[in-house]
């Protein structure tokens, strides 16, 4: 296989990563099968926000988790002393160990990792202690508001429900975070650094904070009149990005690993590279060369070309320069076979779920691996001249699938794309 030293700093790959174990808590669903449904079907999960009155806010609507109570699947002291995006984590890695078989405490647990992506954190503990200190005053903030508003804590918590005793740390590289955890993961099992790595991301941004700051930078949507239309990427009616929340974690492991215990690998995880931008907070590099240098290095680890592959989950906001740039940079990275390869977004269903989105998508693109199917990008009816590839508009396209690649774009400048391949290719 091929590697880019400049961009992957570890070296070529020597180990071959599978996927053997999927989890999900997303606006469509408490789990993957549900999840995938509403996706394969063009559903939003797109909705008036019920967590806090939003009538004051320019922004009245958001991509909430709906009818999730952390005590359905955690113990009761536990649940209440994780932040909402923990519990979402936990659950999301009990969901798919027990899709891989794998339970961390009848093996030898130092083996295996928690690396989970979160771009904020606990901001509900935040939002909610802040506001027990200017009504009630110091004293009364709770002790738990420090380790449950830790970004770190999702993966914390995933190590400890699960039993896994290897490192567990959080990457933030804003909405990159998740991709950047299945990355690290791709990275310790193909160096033979570890056997097994419950990687993902998650995220509960929806709170009065998390809303009024996204507002402050006009980066939401607000077109409150129709929440389920809101998020249409590569639409020339987009305003901005939906929030959302919810989480998923994947099991990673070396091929060896898993064929040792019998595990049926789900897909192979191929190939994984990450650029920066350098340019500005929030707005992509216009000139889309940095993300192109993403898709190109990352097919480089894998060692393919964009001849190879069947279909592309684009990070795809529904911003107007998002689209735009990464409409730009696929062209730059793929040349003639950008106006072959299906393009989508599946944010136009889920909504941004931050730093969870990389994880959720990656977790998308596996089951759309074996399910022979690319989702659409729903709200899709009147396209910008500025983005000319097909992007799969509407409803979902039955479709031979070997080659996935997907991609997450962070705010800072983050580009970061994973590849994912069928187990059998």
Request: charged share 20%; with cysteine.
């Given at each position: 296989m091929a590697s880019n030293g400049a961009l992957n700093h570890n070296g070529a790959p020597n180990h071959k990563v599978v996927v053997t174990g999927l989890g999900m808590v997303?606006?469509?669903?408490?789990?993957?099968?549900d999840s995938w449904d509403a996706i394969a079907a063009g559903q939003s999960g797109i909705d008036y926000i019920t967590g806090f009155d939003a009538e004051a806010f320019d922004t009245r609507f958001a991509a909430e988790v709906k009818g999730f109570d952390p005590e359905d699947y955690l113990d009761r002291k536990d649940a209440r002393r994780m932040d909402r995006f923990a519990q979402f984590a936990a659950v999301a890695a009990q969901e798919a160990c027990r899709q891989a078989d794998l339970n961390p405490?009848?093996?030898?647990?130092y083996t295996v990792h928690s690396i989970i992506g979160s771009g904020i954190g606990g901001l509900s503990t935040l939002t909610e202690q802040h506001q027990v200190l200017?009504?009630?005053?110091?004293?009364r903030v709770s002790p738990f508001l420090i380790p449950m508003m830790l970004a770190d804590m999702g993966s914390a918590?995933?190590?400890?429900?699960?039993?896994?005793?290897?490192?567990?740390y959080c990457i933030t590289s804003s909405c990159s975070s998740g991709a950047d955890a299945i990355g690290?993961?791709?990275e310790l099992i193909s160096q033979g650094r570890a056997d097994v790595v419950l990687a993902g991301g998650a995220e509960a941004p929806i709170t009065p904070l998390g809303v009024a700051g996204f507002n402050a930078l006009r980066a939401l949507s607000r077109q409150n009149d129709n929440p389920q239309r809101a998020s249409q990427p590569f639409n020339r009616h987009r305003d901005g990005f939906v929030l959302a929340e919810g989480a998923s974690v994947l099991v990673l492991e070396s091929a060896e690993h898993a064929d040792a215990r019998g595990a049926e690998p789900l897909a192979e995880l191929r190939g994984y590279a990450a650029t920066s931008d350098s340019h500005h907070l929030t707005e992509p590099n216009p000139t889309g060369q940095s993300a192109a240098a993403a898709v190109t290095a990352a097919l480089d680890t894998a060692g393919l070309s964009p001849g190879d592959?069947?279909?592309?989950?684009?990070?795809?906001?529904?911003?107007?320069?998002n689209d735009w740039h990464e409409t730009k940079a696929l062209k730059l990275a793929l040349g003639d076979d950008a106006y072959r390869i299906p393009v989508s977004s599946t944010k136009?269903?889920?909504?941004?779920?931050?730093?969870?989105?990389?994880?959720?998508?990656?977790?998308?693109?596996?089951?759309?691996?074996?399910?022979?199917?690319m989702p659409?990008?729903?709200?899709?009816?009147?396209?910008?001249?500025?983005?000319?590839?097909?992007?799969?508009?509407?409803?979902?396209?039955?479709?031979?699938l070997n080659v996935i690649l997907s991609n997450s774009f962070g705010f800072g400048g983050h580009n970061s794309v994973i590849v994912l391949t069928r187990a059998d290719l």
């Open positions: 997303s606006p469509l669903g408490l789990n993957v099968a405490r009848e093996m030898d647990r200017l009504e009630r005053g110091p004293r918590q995933v190590s400890m429900v699960t039993g896994a005793m290897g490192a567990n690290a993961g791709w592959v069947d279909y592309l989950n684009a990070h795809g906001t529904s911003t107007p320069l136009s269903m889920t909504g941004h779920l931050l730093g969870a989105g990389g994880a959720l998508e990656a977790t998308l693109c596996t089951v759309a691996l074996r399910q022979g199917l659409p990008t729903i709200n899709l009816d009147d396209p910008d001249d500025e983005c000319d590839l097909d992007y799969v508009p509407n409803t979902a396209r039955p479709a031979s």
